[in-house]
């Protein structure tokens, strides 16, 4: 018992982990967790003084780093990367996780809104991936923790684009899992259903602008802190897929009775 943990104390120690969407919510709470485990942390937002303060407030803050860019714009993205491809060529393990929700019914989606998730959502996590790529593949090892969410397994009322960029997540992540098969280099989903955060809030209306309106449903789904250590776990494991929060059974009712699923699911107010 006592081997076991010194095991997964050693897991994080000295370890370089770079977390997207670090400002806020899940990526806070994971920086937090991780920081008193010895990681070294690379902290990614496009908020620079919330990352700065994150910084200050956590463990050991001279072992950690803050990388302030913005996901969804794929010009500067890539200059970053660019400038700091040695830094993310040591980058162990990565947390995947910048992301942003929606709240529009389809025919009300501008094009603009639709492409904005997807930028971040989809492309952003992508190019990011591909930053820590040769340093991993490099080294034959690392982990890849990708933030899907239950409509990354299907389409839900007002999230159209939304579940459509996580289920490209999927499609992308599993080919490239695949692709690795030779390698120490993991690849783990995590579908949290609802989580005490600010998405609700960020999530794009109809005209990309924020709904800033809290959703009474994420106030009853699981903490932060909970979905956090759940990541780590599933990077230490190296777990293929791990489902969070009561929402899990419409994963598993969508796989093994589709046609009860879509039953319930009409049933459901969207919000
Ligand atoms: N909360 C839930 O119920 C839930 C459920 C399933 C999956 N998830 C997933 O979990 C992830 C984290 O969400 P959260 O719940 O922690 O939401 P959150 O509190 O709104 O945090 C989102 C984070 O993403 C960053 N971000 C957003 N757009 C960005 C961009 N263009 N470039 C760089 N960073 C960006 C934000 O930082 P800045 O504003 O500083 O850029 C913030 O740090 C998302 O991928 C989400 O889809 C959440």
Same mark, same amino acid.
């Given at each position: 018992?006592?081997?076991?943990?010194?095991?997964?104390?050693?897991?994080?120690?000295?370890?370089? @982990?770079?977390?997207?969407?670090?400002?806020?919510?899940?990526?806070?709470?994971?920086?937090? !967790?991780?920081? =008193?485990?010895?990681?070294?942390?690379?902290?990614?937002?496009?908020?620079?003084?919330?990352?700065?303060?994150?910084? *200050?407030?956590?463990?050991?803050?001279?072992?950690?780093?803050?990388?302030?860019?913005? @996901?969804?714009?794929?010009?500067?993205? !890539?200059?970053?990367?660019?400038?700091?491809?040695?830094? *993310?060529?040591?980058?162990?393990?990565?947390?995947?996780?910048?992301?942003?929700?929606?709240?529009?019914?389809?025919?009300?989606?501008?094009?603009?809104?639709?492409?904005?998730?997807?930028?971040?959502?989809?492309?952003?996590?992508?190019?990011?991936?591909?930053?820590?790529? =040769?340093?991993?593949?490099?080294?034959?090892?690392?982990?890849?923790?990708? *933030?899907?969410?239950?409509?990354?397994?299907?389409?839900? =009322?007002?999230?159209?684009?939304?579940?459509?960029?996580?289920?490209?997540?999927?499609?992308?992540?599993?080919?490239?899992?695949?692709?690795?098969?030779?390698?120490?280099?993991?690849?783990?989903?995590?579908?949290?259903?609802? @989580?005490?955060?600010?998405?609700?809030?960020?999530?794009?209306?109809?005209?990309?602008? =924020?709904?800033?309106?809290?959703?009474?449903?994420?106030?009853?789904?699981?903490?932060?802190?909970?979905?956090?250590?759940?990541?780590?776990?599933?990077?230490?494991?190296?777990?293929?897929?791990?489902?969070?929060?009561?929402?899990?059974?419409?994963?598993?009712?969508? &796989?093994?009775?589709?046609?009860?699923?879509?039953?319930?699911?009409? &049933?459901?107010?969207?919000?």
């Amino acid at each position: 018992m006592v081997c076991t943990n010194i095991e997964i104390l050693s897991f994080w120690n000295n370890k370089t @982990v770079w977390i997207t969407g670090a400002s806020s919510g899940i990526g806070e709470a994971v920086a937090k !967790t991780l920081a =008193p485990k010895g990681a070294k942390l690379i902290l990614s937002s496009r908020r620079e003084s919330v990352l700065q303060d994150l910084v *200050l407030s956590i463990d050991h803050s001279e072992n950690h780093k803050i990388l302030p860019l913005d @996901v969804s714009n794929s010009a500067e993205l !890539t200059s970053v990367i660019q400038e700091h491809q040695s830094l *993310l060529n040591s980058v162990d393990v990565l947390i995947n996780n910048a992301g942003i929700s929606q709240r529009s019914l389809t025919w009300d989606a501008s094009p603009e809104s639709e492409r904005q998730l997807m930028e971040t959502n989809y492309f952003g996590a992508v190019t990011v991936a591909r930053a820590v790529l =040769p340093g991993m593949m490099e080294r034959q090892q690392g982990n890849i923790v990708i *933030l899907s969410s239950p409509a990354g397994k299907f389409g839900f =009322p007002l999230r159209s684009s939304y579940a459509a960029s996580k289920h490209a997540l999927h499609g992308y992540f599993e080919s490239l899992r695949a692709e690795l098969k030779e390698t120490d280099i993991r690849i783990s989903f995590l579908l949290p259903g609802r @989580v005490q955060t600010e998405i609700g809030h960020n999530a794009l209306t109809g005209d990309g602008t =924020p709904a800033n309106s809290m959703d009474e449903r994420l106030a009853r789904g699981i903490t932060a802190e909970e979905c956090a250590l759940a990541i780590i776990k599933a990077a230490e494991k190296g777990s293929a897929e791990v489902y969070l929060g009561r929402e899990q059974v419409l994963i598993y009712l969508h &796989r093994y009775a589709p046609w009860l699923f879509r039953i319930v699911v009409k &049933r459901i107010k969207p919000n």
